[in-house]
């Protein structure tokens, strides 16, 4: 087989944006160029790389596995581009991670910070649900990855780096509000609006119940801690978040935490990558980075 590297590339928009005129785009060069150019590779592989269904491109098993080794390229390139910026004693290039929605709220501070330190490095974030993260670090798509629970069949990396706290929630004026020491049993009637399930909070949440012998009520399932405090502040139910969701408080935007036997959950951030993966300079400096600031953070603000 006869393909450049740019070729490569050109497959590897494709793959990623499910577009060849978005494909195009990416590397800058026209769409009947970059039809040509995957005519071409499609011809030199011998074997159909993709199908177009209602617009959309889909890859075959052939032109999946193109794509994980275009990408494996790619990343090898990058990091030796990135170690020959170092040489010169310069730090630039991309830094790629995918975290679960929670991590949002800290995450972008962290970033914020590296980021006046390395002015140059540009910055991919993703931030999805869990599935999501899991499925991008399967396909070893970013460098890094933050979650809560990362998937144990996995060969991996792993840093645990900072507390992940779960606690109870209910509305500011909910009697129980103004009691201590309460009881799981005494919110046997409530109704309860969790996280959708496969989500890192849901499974710690499931679990501790499980162990405490109590079965909630659930009146509803939402994929956004946004929508769950919304919910919770109007009365539907009480939840159980993490505390980075109300930024380290006891109260915010019309909910408390309730203080219920057996809560805060125990629970963990952890950054992850594929065990078989070489980091890059700036991804490793990166995870210095993360884990250095993130001491600071570890007993987490519970002022009201």
């Given at each position: 087989m006869n393909v450049t590297?740019?070729?490569?590339?050109?497959?590897?928009?494709?793959?990623?944006?499910?577009?060849?005129?978005?494909?195009?785009?990416?590397?800058?060069?026209?769409?009947?160029?970059?039809?040509?150019?995957?005519?071409?590779?499609?011809?030199?592989?011998?074997?159909?790389?993709?199908?177009?269904?209602?617009?959309?491109?889909?890859?075959t098993e052939a032109g999946i596995a193109l794509a994980q080794t275009a990408r494996t390229l790619a990343t090898e390139w990058d990091n030796y581009v990135q170690q020959v910026d170092a040489m010169k004693g310069l730090t630039r290039g991309k830094l790629r991670i995918a975290v679960v929605s929670t991590a949002k709220y800290f995450v972008p501070r962290l970033l914020g910070g590296f980021c006046s330190r390395h002015p140059d490095v540009e910055i991919a974030l993703e931030v999805?649900?869990?599935?999501?993260?899991?499925?991008?670090?399967?396909?070893?798509?970013?460098?890094l990855y933050i979650m809560s629970r990362p998937p144990a069949d996995l060969d991996l990396d792993d840093h645990v780096f900072m507390s992940n706290p779960l606690v109870v929630v209910?509305?500011?004026?909910?009697?129980?509000?103004?009691?201590?020491?309460?009881?799981?049993?005494?919110?046997?009637?409530?109704?309860?609006?969790?996280?959708?399930?496969g989500s890192g909070t849901r499974m710690a949440v499931d679990e501790h119940?499980?162990?405490?012998?109590?079965t909630p009520q659930v009146r509803l399932e939402l994929g956004s801690n946004e929508a769950l405090k919304e919910a919770v502040?109007?009365?539907l139910g009480i939840s159980v978040l993490s505390q980075h969701a109300l930024h380290g408080q006891n109260r915010e935007h019309?909910?408390?935490v309730l203080d219920v036997q057996g809560f805060p959950i125990s629970s963990s951030w952890h950054v992850v990558n594929l065990r078989a993966k070489r980091l890059s300079p700036i991804a490793a400096a990166f995870l210095d980075h993360l884990q250095r600031k993130a001491r600071g953070w570890r007993g987490i603000t519970t002022a009201p």
């Open positions: 590297f740019r070729q490569l590339r050109l497959f590897l928009a494709l793959a990623e944006t499910g577009s060849v005129s978005a494909a195009a785009r990416t590397m800058h060069v026209t769409q009947p160029t970059a039809s040509m150019q995957l005519k071409e590779i499609t011809e030199s592989v011998g074997l159909p790389l993709y199908e177009v269904i209602a617009r959309k491109v889909h890859l999805l649900n869990r599935d999501g993260v899991v499925q991008r670090l399967r396909e070893n798509m970013d460098d209910a509305p500011v004026r909910d009697p129980l509000i103004a009691r201590r020491r309460i009881r799981l049993q005494d919110l046997q009637e409530r109704r309860f609006l969790l996280r959708e399930q119940f499980k162990a405490k012998g109590f502040a109007g009365g019309g909910v408390a």
